[in-house]
């Protein structure tokens, strides 16, 4: 079992629809979980940064993490064309200083 | 200043070739990474320094030797490399914080790439 599981893809949504991204995670240990979004050749830019269980809410992004079942989501509300990238997830034991454990990424596309 | 910046963005080089990739960050952060990205996979972590101090070797090959001249800058020298090692190349770099300092901004901050090319 790999240590981070994200949804493969890819995904293609019309604009306006409300996307849900998904991964599961085998280490309890993990504390730390964010979300990147990369455009293509491009390096990936941190979208939503999270501590512990909980929600997080950034304009029409919400990221939410459940510890006790190992999930985590990243919501994005009225999506748009510019939102078309890869959206990988990724954990550490740690706030720094470690080692950012991937998911393999998943390619939406937001068709006008 | 949130930014992280790498150089060259793209390097053709040659198998028998020596070269170096550059990164500089002014956060006042004290981790900087390495990582590799080959086409459609997510990034793969090489090297973490930690207050200037190499703390993280993923096994990597010793074609690939870092270096954290100060706490604003990374190199990767490069030598002898092989044309499976062509790929994005990223810089990344971050701040630990605790709960006190507060966590509204964190996370691994990453540059732009060098795209390497091995002929």
């Known amino acids: 079992q790999k240590e981070v599981e994200q949804d493969p893809g890819p995904l293609s949504v019309p604009e306006g629809a409300i996307v849900s991204l998904n991964c599961t995670y085998s280490?309890?240990?993990?504390?730390?979980f964010m979300w990147y979004r990369q455009y293509s050749r491009k390096g990936p830019e941190l979208l939503m940064y999270?501590?512990?269980?909980g929600n997080k809410e950034d304009g029409r992004f919400t990221a939410q993490v459940d510890k006790s079942s190992k999930y985590i989501s990243l919501f994005i509300r009225d999506s748009q064309p510019s939102d078309s990238a890869t959206y990988l997830c990724?954990?550490?034991?740690?706030?720094?200083?470690?080692?950012?454990?991937f998911g393999k990424g998943i390619t939406l596309s937001v068709r006008p | 200043d949130t930014e992280v910046t790498q150089t060259p963005k793209h390097l053709v080089m040659g198998m028998t070739n020596k070269k170096s990739l550059k990164c500089e960050q002014h956060?006042?952060?004290?981790?900087m990474y390495w990582y590799k990205q080959k086409a459609k996979k997510p990034p793969e972590l090489m090297f973490v320094?930690?207050?200037?101090?190499?703390?993280i070797n993923e096994s990597v090959p010793s074609r690939f030797s870092p270096e954290c001249p100060n706490s604003s800058l990374l190199n990767l020298h490069l030598h002898a490399l092989q044309p499976e090692d062509s790929a994005l190349y990223l810089c990344?770099?971050?701040?630990?914080?605790?709960?006190?300092?507060?966590?509204?901004?964190?996370?691994?901050?990453f540059g732009s790439g060098t795209r390497l090319t091995v002929v």
């Open positions: 956060m006042g952060h004290r981790a």
């Open positions: 280490n309890s240990a993990f504390q730390y």
């Open positions: 990344a770099s971050s701040q630990e914080r605790n709960r006190r300092q507060g966590l509204g901004v964190g996370g691994y901050t």
């Open positions: 990724a954990m550490s034991l740690t706030g720094a200083n470690s080692k950012l454990t």
């Open positions: 999270t501590y512990s269980s």
């Open positions: 320094y930690s207050y200037e101090k190499l703390s």
